[in-house]
């Protein structure tokens, strides 16, 4: 008989991440959080180049 087949898997990870080893994020922030802020930096600008 003839040998069965077999698979190989490589010898290192090659720079392939496995998803449970992902860093964690430190600072969550909500997405609306970035649309508010944005939308007042920008009202701000508008008003001080206009009355500044």
């Known amino acids: 008989?003839?040998?069965k087949d077999?698979?190989?898997?490589?010898?290192?990870m090659a720079g392939i991440m496995r998803y449970g080893e992902?860093?964690?994020e430190t600072i969550k922030i909500k997405p609306?959080?970035?649309?508010y802020f944005t939308v007042?930096?920008?009202t701000l600008?508008?008003?001080?180049?206009?009355?500044g």
């Open 22 to 24: 992902e860093p964690k």
């Open 6 to 12: 077999q698979t190989r898997m490589p010898s290192g």
């Open 40 to 42: 007042a930096v920008i």
């Open 32 to 35: 609306e959080y970035v649309v």
């Open 45 to 51: 600008q508008l008003i001080l180049r206009f009355y």
């Open 1 to 3: 008989m003839g040998k």
